[in-house]
């Protein structure tokens, strides 16, 4: 039975940097923000900030078919996507469970200070995954964030890939 890691972390707790990991381990990485850059540009460059979530929409369900495909033909899929709220994440899972696969979440819990300095060091950058955030909007995606609940199967991660590997391979190895 394959895996479905969904990534849950504020902007900037390192769900890009976990979801390459994974897939440097044969897991199928989908990106929503690598998508929405490749169609539409830069958030706030090639488009205005706020049809940002008009412009995701449409991807987010592309991906949510390709999600569903990979793991029908028996890959594991790591979903780079932040899952803010519970309502997403029980969705991506019931997806992938319909899809014959065993979801998982991992949630990567990150502090305002820590994911201040991350953001400004990326805010520099120009690619996908450097959408610009301000310290309102990332008090803003605090107060809109869900973190995981206690009735969720969650693995956290602290930032130890070869952890959350070794997490994973048991998780699968349980289910068998």
């Not at 940097?17 to 381990?25: K, S």
């Not at 949510?64 to 793991?71: I, P």
């Amino acid at each position: 039975m394959p895996l479905a890691v969904l990534l849950a972390g504020i902007t900037g707790s390192g769900k890009t940097t976990v979801a390459r990991a994974l897939a440097d381990h044969g897991y199928t990485r989908l990106s929503v923000d690598e998508e929405v850059h490749r169609l539409h540009g830069r958030y706030g460059v090639d488009y205005p900030e706020h049809t940002y979530f008009e412009r995701e929409r449409p991807v987010v369900e592309a991906i949510r078919q390709r999600f569903v495909k990979e793991l029908e033909a028996g890959n594991d899929v790591v979903l780079d996507h932040g899952l803010w709220r519970r309502a997403e994440r029980d969705a991506w899972q019931q997806a992938a469970r319909e899809a014959g696969a065993h979801p998982l979440v991992v949630y990567l819990p990150a502090d305002r200070e820590e994911l201040l300095g991350r953001l400004a060091e990326r805010n520099q950058r120009e690619d996908a995954n450097a959408l610009t955030v301000t310290p309102e909007a990332l008090d803003d995606f605090f107060a809109r964030f869900d973190p995981p609940a206690d009735d969720e199967e969650v693995i956290v991660c602290t930032g130890d890939l070869d952890a959350l590997v070794a997490a994973l391979s048991a998780a699968r190895h349980k289910q068998d």
